[in-house]
């Protein structure tokens, strides 16, 4: 007990320090608000009438968010946005999509054991098989007009043509032996296969969504913060 006298005020030391280290230690920045505008004409496309483009331009703020060292807000055109990026998606093709199925018989050796002497015996395995192949194309034009505002501002504009191609190779029965497969095909299953929508995104993150995000982010991770207009 003796020592308690001694022990209580180096805890309370060891307590204040470290409430004076944490409270020491500056919150981080928050990222600053930029609104931005997506205008977006499909006019001149007939096969984008199907397309949702108000999920389309929120898929595509996100993307453009990611990384970057300001928060995108989007806004109406009318609210002056300090970013407008115009968007002219003058063709947008999607090619009908294709299933083929064909049958194959296969045959692979396999090891299913072992000799006198120890080397390995061999056995031919058979089996048919039903692999589908599905296809689905798809092209687009995109014409892309970015402008910030300010000092000391940018003007970019680039016309983007993407080609995607949609395949997808599965197993669908099998009579005989599995082990005559490729076990890297029989592991591959069926997969969510694109929808409209999802064609045109893929088009536009192939090279336009990578370029206009580089651009933004040169831009605001300038060292000298860009002046508001």
Do not use: H
């Not at 230690?25 to 496309?45: G, L, M, W």
């Not at 002056?80 to 299933?99: A, H, K, M, Q």
């Not at 049958?103 to 390995?120: M, Q």
């Not at 589908?132 to 687009?140: G, L, T």
């Amino acid at each position: 007990m003796k020592y308690l006298k001694y022990i209580l005020p180096l805890l309370l030391l060891t307590v204040m320090a470290c409430n004076s280290s944490r409270s020491g230690k500056s919150p981080r920045t928050p990222k600053r608000e930029v609104p931005i505008a997506i205008n977006i004409d499909a006019e001149n496309s007939r096969t984008i009438n199907f397309i949702n483009l108000d999920y389309f331009r929120l898929q595509l703020i996100q993307d453009l968010d990611q990384f970057q060292e300001v928060n995108f807000l989007l806004v109406d055109p009318s609210e002056n946005p300090e970013v407008v990026l115009n968007l002219n998606i003058s063709s947008f093709t999607l090619w009908p999509r294709d299933e083929r199925m064909a049958r194959r018989r296969v045959s692979r050796n396999i090891a299913v054991g072992t000799d006198a002497a120890g080397k390995p015996i061999y056995q031919t395995v058979t089996a048919t098989v039903d692999i589908v192949e599905i296809q689905r194309r798809s092209n687009a034009r995109f014409e892309a007009s970015l402008l910030i505002k300010g000092t000391p501002g940018l003007k970019f504009q680039r016309t983007f043509v993407p080609r995607y191609n949609y395949v997808d190779t599965y197993v669908n029965s099998v009579q005989g032996d599995t082990r005559a497969i490729d076990p890297r095909l029989m592991t591959r299953g069926i997969n969510i296969e694109p929808v409209e929508s999802d064609f045109l995104l893929l088009l536009a993150r192939q090279e336009m969504i990578r370029r206009l995000s580089s651009e933004l982010r040169n831009y605001y991770d300038a060292p000298t913060e860009p002046a508001k207009k």
